[in-house]
């Protein structure tokens, strides 16, 4: 069974509110043991000025629990 949108939206609501950068990044999702792994790509803006990639990967069950979430520099 995979993620339903209900779930996804749940998760994406507060990686978006935890990494504003994120917002609008569509999630790419992955099963994990009984688990699933939500991967958001972007962009992000150093401070002098250079754009960096940033990944948030986000693991939630399936009712969109966060158990953990971890992100690059």
Do not use: C, W
């Not at 950068?21 to 000025?49: C, H, W």
């Amino acid at each position: 069974m995979g993620l339903q949108a209900q779930a996804i939206e749940r998760v994406s609501k507060q990686v978006y509110h935890d990494y504003p950068e994120m917002r609008g990044a569509r999630p790419s999702i992955s099963g994990q043991g009984g688990n699933f792994v939500l991967t958001y790509r972007g962009k992000v803006r150093t401070s002098d000025g250079a754009e960096m990639s940033r990944i948030v990967r986000a693991v939630a069950d399936e009712e969109g629990r966060l158990i953990k979430v971890s992100t690059s520099k």
